[in-house]
């Protein structure tokens, strides 16, 4: 019955597989816009998500971190809509962006797309659009109308032209859901409120109406039943008929009295309406008819979301278990459901026509052959035309027109056939070309072309060709149309459209003779044909090969031309395009040079064959293309030397492309050839490439040619830019050979390349006429002395003097060093000083006359610089060497001199006198030096004076280093006589300093002594007797006590710490007593003495307060605290009272707390110290106070101390202090331990907390008071989270009992929960199993089946635990349970009915073991009970394996409908081994899907008859006919026999069977098999045979019946042939043409008065129609 169902029904996904919540499924978290996206709010604790599924590809669901009230996606595109509140925003997800965003003025109660790019908002008050484009803000529409207030609005409709609005919602009232809809016209801005609970708007298209017609459907049920309505809204369009109203009834079932229409969809291409209700049911109707087609349910849940699927053409939706469905009509089954089922074929043949759809095809055929037949050639046209997929569009159906007659006063049945057509549709390829062939006789031409264009006629090859011999531009649009490409490339060629071959070409992929349609343009025009060419080779590859295109170019010697086309064919210069880039190149150098040096000087070809053309290049004197191709140096050298015709530039750049040794040989050509005339470019060739060539080589070049000019012109444009010696050496022979001396100085001057011994060697050598290059080079590489003997030797002195003088002055001391060495005159070095005026450093003139011992030589040169006023400090330096050497008062001058340098001088002195050092050194502050050469010659007193007088600590640390050998006597000449002499505090300061830094405590102590304790000026300065006491702490600590004493302008305070820091406790003590700090006096016994009982007396004798307080904090951390208690109440000082309270705790010292806080409570009101005395109290069992304490005003944190008292065990007082401040929950506690239970539940009822409930009833548990610990626990129960607990308290006890009774007891109770019912349950399960099974039918909806299925399994109670896998919905699990534990749980009612609703089909064949192997007569009950889901292959193949297949052969015949080949085969061999031949013929011949031949071959052999016989029977249904015979004919079935050769239609057979007859002399046989086999049997054989055998009465009658038919066929060829005849005479009177118009154009109505001829003549156009086909017929 599913099979033919009207409708497609599929499950597209579900949900919960791919990973959404299934509590996140409902109206208000999924959005469903179209049937692209499905949208779903998630939220998971505080994540919250947009779930967004493409139906495309559901398995990969996008996720996104959005929180939103609402998400909506676009309906085709990957944009989403989200609301947070008023907050509206759109946004792009693929583009990641922002769209827009909008914020409302009032709440949006629902939204939804009305289209691509449009959002309806609908409001408590106002509906809304929102445009997406630009910046536009939602613009209002419509109000809400009043019968929709507190309505939940649940769908908007429009219809596509948005003028007609929907608002849809719905509202419980008196217990039923009441549907109102709001209907808004937007031109009348009118609204109308309807009743209603689903509509829809579609666009329907009625039977003679141009356009359709806005139709609006809609669904209601109230109390009087169901109703929908379809109705046409706004007026008809123009031309148009209305609409009709329907209004039919709704069906609901009876057992759905609450179901109502919640979605409806309309497909507008079938025609049809799809509605869906509350409970699952889908409704089909027809638009036009209102006819109800098919309801069902579809799904037991409630489907709350829907949109149009457009892939079917119907619905799409989303139920409660989140499954995604979709309905759609069969195709294949509607037509026929309709026909059959509905009964009502007028209906079937509307939809069928609507919709183009298979089914209705014999209503058809019937239809148009009753009208037909009744001469309504008109309506038959009509059914011809509307029939579904063309069925009646054939060649026979324009044959029976063409042979009708045409009624007088009307149009031809043809010509009404074709006007249809034209109206309705295309015409097909057969109806195309019979309407052509009259129209082109008549030249009608332009209608075809109106046709054409019109898209009415299907073209075709042969309605081109037709048309091809009177419209040649005609028949190309046909073949463009039919896509007949050689057609239309012969037809653009004959029109002289070439451009547009190769584009059709490419178009359409087809391949022509590109070469032979060129041959034929240039024939007519060259141009074009060149135009054509390149077109040719445009693409890549070309379509028609270059070289071929070339060949048709110079066929016609058009140079010009084909230089063009190569040119552009080439450009992409490809590698195998090689010899044709010859080629062109060949044939432009041999007729035009000039071009072809164009093409080469662009370098547009790199493949051509270059030594060819180089040669062609060289013999049209084009020597720089040549050479760009010559490869061999022979051919280079010979072209290269003919310079003159080569421009430079170019020759230079050539070199560049030549190796090393080409080049070289190249250049020794030019030379040879012409060395003047080629000297010069090659001079600039070796400058520009010497790098590469090698300038030694090119040296060695120029060198050979005894060209020195060459060489000086080569070096001189490198030698500025070469950093080699060789080329600036060669540079300098070779301006010098050529008399270029001024370039000789440059170079010499300015380079700093070459080898300067190599260049002074080659000047002395040259002895040039100017000296002034080796007077450069040795000034410049300071050959000064070599240069001064070379000059002196050769009596050049005037050249010395022109170098100290004008070349370079500041070489004069070396000058003059050198002439010294040569022992030049003292007059004439004197001279030469005093001539020189140049700056020249003196140091070096006093260094090299020093070295010489010749100093006093310069000392009226330096007395007259001195004289001069010159205070540099060399002239200086070197007149106090020669005042010292001399002993010229030589310490006067040191002293008084400032322009000398100290350290130079003193240096000098020290060997020399060194005191003079001193002076020397002390006069410039050299330090270090003055110390050495006091500490080496013993003169520390001079230095101890110095040291004093600098004041320097860097130097005092240098002397003061233990390192110094010289430290001891030196800090005693310091102490005896350097600050005994001076009375500068800042000298004393420094050097004491000096002395600490130096740590020097014993010295630091011997020199303060001296200073301080010696009646000095120093002697009361209060940091010295600071300084003293501390070095002596440090240093001498024996001698601090003494200090002190003898001591009083010190800092007492500080020396105290200082001395406590280092652990003189007594000495600190005494500075304290002696300044009277008592505080700190008593701090030091106690801190650092660690003597409490001297403090106890200090503090006795001093009595104060103070150090009371000290002495009491020492004691209290010494742990005396009854003594510190005792102190502090001296010290009348309560501020430590936190530190006694601890104190007093650890010890246990309560008492004296209690006394403490009696005083510290009068002196300070402090929270603590109240709490702690009531505390203190409630320690001593002071209760009396303590009731008295808490009774009067105070500040005690009671219910702190109560808490305390609690952990305490101290419950008395607890109880007193809980009861004061009313917390019952800790007097309920504390009333437990005191074994008080009625008054702790009274108290604990007081508390109503869960808390102390709990802690009471555990008591009282422990207690065993069940009775007070049961009324406990019902307060405890009925929080979930406390069960657990509650549960295993009692179980770890043992009183399993006691706690079910409580349990019990607790089902009644109001706040019961699904955890009370699920304990009880597993405590069943534990202890009582007898009462789980009750348990679990009465409250199995209230218990946690996962949990208590687990404790089921645990305890081994399968029935129960089969019970809740039914419940919960695990059918798999409940019949594993049953098949595992057959004996205690299997009960065949509950196995047959949850089988078949378990997923794992596999568990099918499990059972079907389990039956075979426990209830193997039970076993086609439960095959029955499966039937519809299993796999009957596989079943039947488990059957047979297990050989138990006769056992269900109930089962296998009931399945057999299916004609399944394994089933058939099993069924047929259990026939056989049966031999239940009529059973086994039975199954054959109803059920075809097995292996007939197998089977054939099997029966062939069987030992019955009967089975044999049935094996030919199989050979003849597969076509085996001599097989078939054969068999017959060996069991002697003589009737099979006949009949098989009868139906295999062959000739042989039949004969050779009738022989066999006559063989075995069955003569009766052979009479009856002309009989049988009349068709087939051969007269002139049957005669034969009979004659033969002598059975001519045998055969009578067959031939008999032979000759009667065969003289009925002559008499009737011969009436054919005189109908014939007499139809062609008619036909031969009738005119060709039609007149003026040609009225096939022209509708039924339109057609001219008068009787209407033929259409044209058969005879003449096509004779086969008329007299061919007649004969034939008559021939039949």
Known sequence: MAANMPIRFQEHVQLTNIGINSGNIGFSNITMESDKFICIREKNGDQSQVVIVDMADPQNAMRRPISADSAIMNPSSKVIALKAGRTLQIFNLEMKSKIKAHVANEDVTFWKWISVNTIALVTENTVYHWPMEGDALPQKVFDRHSTLKGCQIINYRTDEAMKWLLLVGISAQQSRVVGAMQLYSVDRSVSQPIEGHAAAFVPFKMDGNKSP???????????????????????????????????????????????????????????????????????????????????????????????????????????????????????????????????????????????????????????????????????????????????????????????????????????????????????????????????????????????????????????????????????????????????????????????????????????PDYIFILRNVMRSNIDNGAQFATMLVQDDPPLAPIEAIMNVFMEQNLIPQCTSFLLDALKHNKEEEGPLQTKLLEINLMSAPQVADAILGNQMFTHYDRAHIAQLCEQAQLLQRALEHYSDIFDIKRAIVHTHLLKPEWLIEYFGTLSVDDSLECLKAMLTANLRQNLQICVQIAGKYHEQLGTTKLIELFESFKSFEGLFYFLGSIVNFSQEAEVHFRYIQAA??????????????????????????????????????????????????????????????????????????????????????????????????????????????????????????????????????????????????????????????????????????????????????????????????????????????????????????????????????????????????????????????????????????????????????????FSDHRNLQNLLILTAVKASPDKVMEYITRLDNYDAPDIANIAITNELYEEAFAIFKKFDVNTSAVQVLIEHVKNLDRAYEFAERCNDPTVWSELARAQLANGTVKEAIDSFIKADDPSSYLEVITAAQQNDGYEDMVRYLQMARKKAREAIIETELVFAYAKVNRLADLEEFISSPNIAQVQQVGERCYEEQLYEAARILFNNVSNYARLASTLVHLGEFQAAVDSARKANSTKTWKEVCFACVEAKEFRMAQMCGLHIVVHADELEELINFYQSRGHFQELIQMLEAALGLERAHMGMFTELAILYSKYNPDKMREHLELFWSRVNIPKVLRAAEQAHLWPELVFLYDKYEEYDNAIQTMMTHPTQCWKEALFKDIITKVANIELYYKALTFYLEFKPLLLNDLLLVLTPRLDHTKAVTFFQKAGELALVLPYVKSVQSHNNKVINEALNNIYIDHEDYDSLRESIDNYNNFDNIALAIRLEKHELIEFRRIAA????????????????????????????????????????????????????????????????????????LAWKHNIMDFAMPYLIQSLKEYTQKVDKLEVSDETRTKEAETNNQQPLVLGEQLMITAGPGMMAPGPMPGMYGMQQVNPMYNGGGAGYMGAM
């Open 1513 to 1584: 029977y199989l050979f003849k249904m597969n076509n085996r006919w001599e097989q078939a015979v054969k068999l017959c004919k060996k069991d002697l079935l003589f009737k099979d026999a006949m009949e098989y050769a009868a139906d295999s239609r062959n000739s042989k057979i039949s004969e050779e069977l009738m022989a066999w007859f006559l063989e075995n002399k069955n003569y009766e046989c052979f009479a009856a098999g002309t009989f049988v086999m009349y068709d087939m049997l051969r007269p002139d054989v049957i005669l034969e």
């Open 213 to 511: 017609s806005n139709i609006f459907t809609f669904a209601v049920r109230n109390q009087t039943g169901g109703k929908l309505h379809i109705i046409e809204v706004g007026a008809p369009a123009e031309g148009n008929s209305s609409f009709q109203k329907k209004t039919v009834d709704v069906f609901f079932p009876p057992e759905a009295p609450s179901d109502f229409p919640v979605a409806m969809q309309a497909s507008k291409d079938h025609g049809l309406i799809y509605m869906i209700t509350k409970y699952g049911y889908i409704h089909l109707y027809d638009i036009e008819t209102g006819t109800c087609i098919y309801m069902n349910r579809i799904s037991g849940d409630t489907i709350f979301v829907t949109a149009p699927h457009e892939a079917s053409n119907g619905i799409i939706g989303v139920n409660r278990k989140g499954q995604v469905l979709s309905v759609s009509i069969d195709e294949n089954n509607i037509v026929g459901y309709i026909t059959n089922q509905l009964k009502n074929p007028e209906l079937a043949l509307k939809v069928s026509v609507r919709c183009n759809l298979t089914g209705a095809e014999e209503l058809f055929v019937r239809r148009f052959n009753m009208l037909f037949g009744q001469g309504q050639y008109s309506e038959a046209a009509k059914v011809a035309a509307t029939a579904p997929k063309g069925i009646l569009r054939t060649p026979q159906t324009i044959q029976r027109f063409q042979q009708c007659p045409a009624q007088p006063g009307t149009a031809s049945p043809l010509l009404q056939y074709f006007s249809i057509l034209l109206e309705t549709s295309q015409l097909n390829k057969a109806e195309s070309l019979e309407l052509a062939k009259p129209v082109l006789q008549q030249g009608r031409n332009q209608l075809l072309e109106k046709w054409l264009k019109e898209g009415k006629l299907e073209c075709s090859e042969e309605l081109g060709d037709l048309i091809k011999a009177h419209d040649s531009t005609l028949a190309l649009s046909v073949y463009l149309r039919a896509n007949i490409p050689n057609k239309v490339i012969m037809c653009f060629a004959e029109t002289n459209q070439f451009q547009k071959i190769v584009l059709y070409a490419k178009k359409v992929g087809f391949t």
């Open 736 to 1017: 010098c050979k050529t008399g270029q001396i001024k370039e000789v100085e440059r170079i010499c001057r300015e380079s700093s390349c070459y080898d300067p011994e190599r260049v002074k060697n080659f000047l002395k050598e040259a002895k040039l006429a100017d000296q002034l290059p080796l007077i450069i080079v040795c000034d410049r590489f300071n050959f000064v002395h070599d240069l001064v003997m070379y000059l002196y030797k050769n009596n050049l002195q005037k050249y010395i003097e022109i170098y100290v003088q004008k070349v370079n002055p500041q070489r004069l001391p070396a000058v003059v060093g050198g002439l010294l060495d040569v022992d030049c005159a003292e007059d004439i070095v004197k001279n030469l000083i005093l001539t020189v005026r140049g700056t020249f450093s003196t140091d070096e003139l006093v260094e090299e006359v020093e070295k010489r011992n010749r100093l006093k030589l310069l000392m009226p040169w330096l007395e007259g610089r001195v004289h001069e006023g010159i205070n540099e400090p060399a002239t200086h330096n070197a007149l106090a060497k020669i005042y010292i050497d001399s002993n010229n008062n030589p310490e006067r001058f040191l002293r008084e001199n400032k322009y000398y340098e100290s350290e130079v001088i003193g240096k000098y002195c020290e060997k020399r006198d060194p005191h003079l050092a001193c002076v020397a050194y002390e006069r410039g502050n050299c330090d270090l030096e003055l110390i050495r050469v006091c500490n080496e010659n013993s003169l520390f007193k001079n230095a101890a004076r110095h040291l004093v007088r600098r004041r320097d600590a860097e130097l005092w640390e240098h002397v003061l280093d233990k390192e110094n050998q010289y430290r001891r006597p030196l800090i005693d000449q310091v102490v005896q006589t350097a600050l005994s002499e001076t009375q500068d505090a800042e000298d004393i300061s420094t050097t004491v300093r000096a002395f600490m830094a130096a740590d020097l405590p014993n010295e630091l102590i011997e020199l303060l002594e001296k200073i301080v304790l010696e009646n000095s000026v």
